[in-house]
């Protein structure tokens, strides 16, 4: 097939990518037809600018869109690259080979300045996306206040800041949103595998500990006087 394409991988079937866009998901007037309940009817776009290619997940589905198994908001796609909608697999081929961080997005807008408060919601939000299971959602409101040990209702006023901040707009899975958001621009990236199994408590830094008080030095020689002042016993 000339140009560039792509692959379903379960039923073999080859679609050639548009000049513009691509529609991807479960709807009947996508480009591509997936018949995946683990895909959402528009769940996501290819499109062709010049001789590159990225991916954009719409935000309309719980189980996201990963490119070689990492998930993804908008991502470069290279030659051979795996996509992965929900449980639904695919494979790009066609695209032309040139030496291309793939891991900077096409016109990557600034990260908005966040609180350290802020900042922990939004690590606490995305933990579960960016842990090693293949399909997981964000973490709920509720997850997030017992991860962090606050209350629900503080979690959702610094959520609703954030879709401020993140510009957001309102709709179904803004949460899903967000964090797609956060992680196409590098604020929250996975955690070392060592650390990846604890619980927070434990990834926290351990109290210093209180050192023994030091004996005075005028208490040594009395001591040591002590010590000698004491007769020997007698041998019989």
């Known amino acids: 097939m000339d140009g560039p394409y792509i692959r379903v991988e379960d039923s ?13 998901g479960r709807g009947r007037s996508v480009d591509v037809h997936l018949a995946d309940p683990s895909v959402s009817r528009l769940h996501a776009e290819i499109i062709r600018r010049g001789p590159y290619a990225y991916v954009t ?3 309309l589905s719980r189980n996201g869109t990963r490119v070689n198994g990492r998930l993804v908001a908008r991502r470069v796609l290279e030659e051979g690259d795996v996509l992965t909608f929900g449980s639904a697999r695919c494979r790009v081929f066609g695209i032309a080979a040139e030496e291309f961080t793939a891991e900077v ?17 939004v690590t606490s939000l995305c933990r579960p996306a960016l842990s090693d299971e293949a399909f997981v959602a964000p973490a709920t409101a509720r997850e997030i206040a017992t991860d962090l040990v606050v209350t629900e209702a503080a979690v959702k006023q610094h959520l609703l800041r954030l879709y401020q901040k993140f510009r957001i707009p309102e709709g179904a899975n803004r949460r899903v949103r967000l964090a797609n958001e956060v992680v196409a621009l590098g604020i929250v990236r ?37 010590a000698r002042s004491v007769p020997a016993p007698s041998i019989a």
């Open 190 to 226: 996975p955690l070392p595998p060592a650390e990846r199994a604890l619980a927070p408590a434990e990834r926290a830094v351990p109290a210093e500990r209180t050192p023994p008080a030091p004996v005075p030095a005028q208490a040594i020689p009395a001591q040591a006087a002590a």
């Open 105 to 121: 997005e096409l016109r990557r807008p600034a990260a908005p300045e966040l609180t350290r408060r802020e900042l922990d919601v």
């Open 12 to 24: 073999g079937l080859m679609t050639p990518l548009r000049e513009d866009v691509t529609t991807i």
């Open 57 to 59: 997940d719409l935000g």
